[in-house]
């Protein structure tokens, strides 16, 4: 079992930057995929990016390449959400999330953070 707790959301302004990170408990963490996702009012929750055990492969949704980084610090076992150049449609709730198999992330098989708000404004 993972448990999992994001913090770093809150308001900013267009342009701006955030950066969240997702805690896990546990003595595993060094071999999970964690990534994050996130879920706008009246909108399926979506794939944001993610880092397999090691960090060496990152993935990102369009939406966010070139604007996100995801990285991970596997002796803190946390890992991180840098966003720059936020826009209004980056708002939503940010969720951290945790997989197994240490590459992927399959979100019905994933571990799951409670969740941290990111508010955009323009």
């Known amino acids: 079992q993972v448990q999992l707790v994001e913090s770093g959301g809150g308001l900013v302004q267009t342009g701006g930057s955030l950066r969240l990170s997702c805690t896990a408990s546990g003595r595993t963490f060094s071999t999970y995929a964690m990534g994050w996702f996130r879920q706008a009012p009246g909108k399926e929750r979506e794939f944001v990016a993610s880092?397999?055990?090691?960090?060496?492969?990152?993935y990102y949704a369009d939406s966010v390449k070139g604007r996100f980084t995801c990285s991970r610090d596997n002796a803190k076992n946390t890992v991180y959400l840098q966003m720059n150049r936020l826009k209004p449609e980056d708002t939503a709730v940010y969720y951290c999330a945790a997989a197994g198999n240490g590459e992927i992330i399959i979100p019905r098989h994933a571990y799951w953070g409670q969740g941290t708000q990111v508010t955009v404004s323009s």
């Open positions: 880092t397999n055990w090691s960090g060496t492969t990152t």
